[in-house]
């Protein structure tokens, strides 16, 4: 299913309001606590980018819902390079049953879950999808309330007739599908002022490894293959 950019633009902006009344309201007297007069500001972004970071400056936690993000996971074989999509089956979150809306409630859990992994000083530089990171993901399952930003995105899109599927779909296995990237190829991804450029020098399964050109010349990225893109 391909939907429109203002049909993103309209997810994007009820994940932004569930992440704040289903998991910001409650947990934020405890991240309060540790740095007081934390906030939290949820926003959409206009690149596919999906990220929590942390303005120290503000004591604000910024969270960004990317809009090629959420159309990317309207479609089984774009949302199958996406980290949300294998720690549902991995993980068995939601039963392990993939579709949109399930996609989308735990993009929602997973950008929070760093957030609450950052306010506890869980964060490092080099780990940051660690055991700490996936010990909070996993309580907000066992507590109730990933289920309950499941349940309010699916409340909420009816309400503003909003088509968000709960259908389920099958991704494809990454093993049986050719890589659309060669070595060698020119590639970009990220958007704006996050935008870098490079060249594949290594081509995996999920990810390729890109060599920086131009101002990014001497660094070196590892990029799941679903955020690449072609430069001429």
């Not at 994940?15 to 934390?38: F, N």
């Not at 809009?67 to 774009?78: E, G, S």
């Not at 294998?86 to 879950?113: M, P, V, W």
């Amino acid at each position: 299913m391909i939907i429109s950019t203002i049909h993103a633009q309209n997810l994007g902006n009820v994940m932004c309001e569930v992440t704040h009344s289903i998991l910001w309201q409650p947990a934020a007297a405890s991240v309060q606590q540790r740095a007081p007069g934390s906030t939290l500001a949820c926003r959409v972004g206009s690149g596919q980018a999906t990220y929590h970071r942390f303005d120290p400056q503000l004591q604000q936690h910024q969270i960004t819902y990317g809009l090629r993000m959420i159309q990317a996971k309207h479609q089984p074989d774009t949302a199958s390079g996406w980290l949300s999509a294998r720690e549902i089956h991995k993980q068995d979150y939601f039963g392990g049953e993939l579709s949109t809306l399930n996609l989308l409630a735990h993009t929602c859990c997973h950008e929070f879950a760093h957030l609450l992994q950052h306010s506890a000083g869980k964060r490092y530089r080099g780990s940051v999808h660690n055991r700490h990171f996936y010990a909070i993901l996993d309580e907000l399952r066992e507590s109730g309330r990933s289920d309950a930003v499941r349940e309010a995105l699916a409340k909420r899109a009816v309400e503003r007739q909003i088509p968000l599927s709960s259908e389920p779909f099958e991704l494809p296995d990454p093993a049986l599908q050719p890589s659309p990237w060669q070595v060698e190829d020119a590639v970009a991804f990220g958007s704006g002022t996050r935008e870098f450029h490079g060249v594949i020098i290594r081509v995996n399964r999920k990810t390729c490894t890109v060599d920086g050109t131009g101002k990014f010349r001497g660094r070196r990225y590892r990029v799941p293959i679903s955020m690449l893109r072609k430069t001429p």
